[in-house]
């Protein structure tokens, strides 16, 4: 083997060993959430197979000249390439390598598609309706940030939370999420709790039934002064607006926000919109304010083959198969019995 020959080996077994690290490191980012981590993750690993490609050509070249004459002996049978007629395997051939920019591939079932904010030129940031309340337990009361979203069913509560106010159980639940796209999950067991709501001054409170969960939602941008004070000049208190926590403890669903609307609702001219709640006013809509924070730019994975990591980096997905799989039945048996005809010798034995 030539020194290039074996630089070559050796620099794909080492890349194949970056991708395949990269590729458990993207799982366990997924699977913790890490949004940040994910995107670098994911950029890492298409640098990485790219340049696992980029010596496909070199490696075939040199495999094929491997395959000498006394190694296909050993079976008893002759191997002979249907491409160049020489003696390797089609598999193998570098002809089929140098011809690759000209192939084309029979689509597969597996989509992936990775969407990436573009963080390079700037969001702006879209303000969802939270607010500061007070949440009480049997010994334990906490201000924390909770989120308003009519299109949850259910209301949530962090699991830490729930266990920092000793909540009792009620009962527990199983419940499938519906996500975006029509996604289903597994079912989920839910504990079922019961608190207190309060607005955060006290001129309000009420019992809510709530569901246990680990982590409710990622990270959500608060209102600046500027805006806020488009509100204060009206005599509108915001309450998110003056805390330094960032964190979602409580997400109010529509099965309890409905009976929280008073139905005062107030528009700015700088297109941000204040709905009242009894447990304070909450603000959603676009800013003018433009970030190139990494918190603002979301990657997601979006795995449509039941959503399997490996799926991702399957060889098909990939484009690498054997390009005797991309011909039809007519195809192969028509190659199949040229080459029989070509290389089967009929030798006339004469009779005694």
């Not at 700037?122 to 989120?147: E, F, Y």
């Amino acid at each position: 083997m030539s020194s290039t020959n074996s630089s070559t080996i050796l620099q794909r077994k080492v890349l194949r060993s970056s991708v395949s690290k990269a590729i458990t490191e993207l799982d366990n980012a997924i699977t913790a959430r890490d949004v940040s981590l994910t995107g670098q993750i994911f950029a890492k690993l298409e640098e990485k197979s790219s340049r696992l490609f980029e010596n496909d050509p070199e490696v075939l070249e040199y495999l094929s000249s491997q395959a000498t004459q006394d190694e296909t002996n050993k079976c008893g049978m002759s191997i002979r390439c249907v491409v160049c007629t020489k003696k390797h395997y089609p598999i193998l051939c570098p002809t089929l390598c140098k011809d690759s920019d000209n192939c084309s591939f029979p689509e597969t079932k597996t989509a992936t598609n990775s969407v990436i904010s573009n963080s390079c030129s700037g969001t702006a940031d879209v303000l969802l309706q939270t607010l500061m309340i007070r949440v009480s337990g049997p010994s334990n009361t906490k201000v924390v940030r909770a989120l308003c979203d009519s299109a949850s069913q259910k209301s949530y509560i962090k699991r830490d939370l729930a266990e920092f106010l000793n909540l009792k159980i009620d009962h527990t639940e199983q419940l499938k999420h519906s996500l975006f796209g029509g996604i289903e999950t597994e079912k989920t067991k839910h504990n079922v709790l019961k608190c207190e709501l309060q607005e955060i001054r006290g001129n309000y409170k009420c019992e809510a039934v709530l569901l246990d969960k680990e982590t409710i939602c990622g990270i959500i941008p608060k209102i600046n002064k500027s805006d806020a004070e488009c509100f204060t000049k009206h005599g509108i208190y915001l309450s998110d607006s003056e805390s330094n926590c960032s964190d979602i403890s409580i997400l109010l669903g529509a099965d309890i926000l409905g009976k929280l609307l008073t139905g005062s609702i107030s528009q700015q001219p700088n297109g941000l919109t204040a709905v009242q709640t009894y447990l304070g006013w909450v603000v959603m809509g676009t800013t003018n304010t433009w970030t190139n924070s990494s918190n603002h730019a979301m990657p997601i994975i979006s795995l449509h083959s039941g959503s399997k990591i490996c799926d991702l980096w399957s060889l098909d997905v990939l484009g690498i198969s054997d390009p005797a799989e991309n011909k039809t039945k007519h195809e192969l048996d028509t190659e199949t019995i040229a080459f029989f005809e070509k290389t089967v010798i009929f030798e006339v034995i004469g009779t005694r």
